[in-house]
């Protein structure tokens, strides 16, 4: 089954308007991780925020995460044009350790128009 | 510090023929994984592996598909006799062996054809 599952499954925003991309997920959990994909590119990681963290920070990132409703929101704030990208959740599990495999969800298209 | 670096890039293979995807870990992790990804879909864990051990392969296919990291060289993911289900992106991560909370740092991918 999916683990993360995020949503929505694309958004179109206008530059220098804020995205919310939200994250849910089944199972109890290590830590999540947001990553970004540009077309047919390797995947590049933004922000990994651990179990007993509520919100974390980067630059015009801003992840929150609930534990209680199993959900985590990605903000990126004054949207760019290169921000344009698939974005990802990816969760560690709980129980297999601090070096665990990420489960993905189908990820988040992200287009913001110029 | 180089990134994870994975080769060739992009492969092509008839049906019944052998791929090889090779991966060098960033400098200092000895922990690998390797992940799958299908058109319009996430990445899908296959294996990870430490030097010369396989920890968790409980995402690889059952036949065709074997994985390795040996104490020299970089991790080898080996599909034999292709079939055209088998085309997708290939990406390989690494994270280090102490330090960090699972963080993991993901190369370009192969992304490999079937014809």
């Known amino acids: 089954s999916q683990q993360g599952e995020e949503d929505p499954q694309a958004l179109s925003i206008q530059e220098g308007e804020n995205a919310t991309m939200n994250c849910s997920y089944k199972?109890?959990?290590?830590?999540l991780q947001w990553y970004r994909q540009n077309s047919g590119r390797g995947l590049v990681h933004l922000i990994l925020i651990r179990s007993n963290e509520r919100e974390k920070h980067s630059g015009r990132l801003r992840v929150t995460l609930d534990t209680s409703k199993k959900s985590s929101s990605l903000l990126i704030t004054a949207s760019r044009a290169a921000d344009t990208a698939s974005y990802f959740c990816?969760?560690?599990?709980?129980?297999?350790?601090?070096?665990?495999?990420?489960?993905f969800g189908k990820g988040i298209t992200l287009s913001v128009r110029p | 510090n180089a990134g994870v670096m994975q080769n060739p890039r992009h492969l092509v293979r008839r049906r019944g023929q052998e791929a090889r995807l090779r991966c060098s870990p960033m400098?200092?992790?000895?922990?690998v994984y390797w992940y799958r990804q299908l058109p319009e879909e996430g990445l899908k864990f296959m294996v990870y592996l430490q030097k010369e051990n396989i920890i968790d392969e409980s995402g690889m296919p059952k036949e065709r598909f074997s994985a390795e990291f040996p104490k020299e060289g970089p991790s080898i993911l080996r599909i034999q006799q292709v079939v055209r289900g088998d085309s997708a992106a290939y990406f390989c991560?690494?994270?280090?062996?102490?330090?960090?909370?699972?963080?993991?740092?993901f190369g370009p991918g192969t992304r490999l054809t079937v014809l």
């Open positions: 990816a969760t560690g599990a709980e129980y297999t350790g601090a070096n665990s495999k990420l489960t």
């Open positions: 199972t109890s959990i290590n830590n």
């Open positions: 991560a690494s994270s280090p062996q102490a330090g960090g909370y699972n963080e993991q740092f």
């Open positions: 400098k200092g992790h000895s922990h």
